[in-house]
T-cell receptor
Framework: GAVVSQHPSWVICKSGTSVKIECRSL??????MFWYRQFPKQSLMLMAT?????????EQGVEKDKFLINHASLTLSTLTVTSAHPEDSSFYIC?????????????FGPGTRLTVL | DAKTTQPTSMDCAEGRAANLPCNHS???????VYWYRQIHSQGPQYIIH???NNETNEMASLIITEDRKSSTLILPHATLRDTAVYYC???????????FGPGTRLSVLP
């Protein structure tokens, strides 16, 4: 089955630093990747949608200069949280979809837990 | 906004069937019903999806009412490992992302 990985699985950083999270589709080519954020005891909230080779589309209220998304290849998307602050601490989840996906599924990664001190 | 309503939480005895309802009264003709679940601190896991016919796979069964305004996910023999938040999502076509509501927190009890 389609597998999506994320790295790192968890990260702790100091306030003001930047953190990069990688999302990889391991056995398929992901034309579209999605980034979600989940705060404790809340549901997943879509942050942005990225298509390979083009700029990401951000949801309302998500700062594109703070959450930099790069989808440079069909198997890799990265999310960089710039100048992270404690309020950015959250569970970040990516998902991927392929043109070959005849069932319209999205395959989700295992998530990355970010803690900003 | 999510287009579905689900109970906040449910309990189920281990070994019994877990029936999770979902209302999607505004579903349109080309929208599919998807079910995902999220075990604590993990990414969502796909369970099943359907358009109008009932569906079954190795994980669960999906029963969709004839008017498509509601559906039920059935885990035939729930185990402790099925304890998770279950999300019912409706999505149109290929170009849409998934909008997650609060889901149902299922607790399987020994």
């Amino acid at each position: 089955g389609a597998v999506v990985s994320q790295h790192p699985s968890w990260v702790i950083c100091k306030s003001g630093t930047s953190v990069k999270i990688e999302c990889r589709s391991l056995d398929f080519q992901a034309t579209t990747m999605f980034w979600y954020r989940q705060f404790p005891k809340q549901s997943l909230m879509l942050m942005a949608t990225s298509n390979e080779g083009s700029k990401a589309t951000y949801e309302q209220g998500v700062e594109k200069d703070k959450f930099l998304i790069n989808h440079a290849s069909l198997t890799l998307s990265t999310l960089t949280v710039t100048s992270a602050h404690p309020e950015d601490s959250s569970f970040y989840i990516c998902s991927a979809r392929t043109l070959a996906d005849s069932y319209n599924e999205q395959f989700f990664g295992p998530g990355t837990r970010l803690t900003v001190l | 906004d999510a287009k579905t309503t689900q109970p906040t939480s449910m309990d189920c005895a281990e070994g019994r069937a877990a029936n999770l309802p979902c209302n999607h009264s505004t579903i349109s003709g080309n929208e599919y019903v998807y079910w995902y679940r999220q075990i604590h601190s993990q990414g969502p896991q796909y369970i099943i999806h359907g358009l109008k016919n009932n569906e079954t796979n190795e994980m669960a069964s999906l029963i969709i009412t004839e008017d498509r305004k509601s559906s039920t996910l059935i885990l035939p023999h729930a185990t402790l490992r099925d304890t998770a938040v279950y999300y019912c999502i409706v999505r149109e076509g290929y170009g849409q992302n998934f909008v997650f509501g609060p889901g149902t927190r299922l607790s399987v009890l020994p």
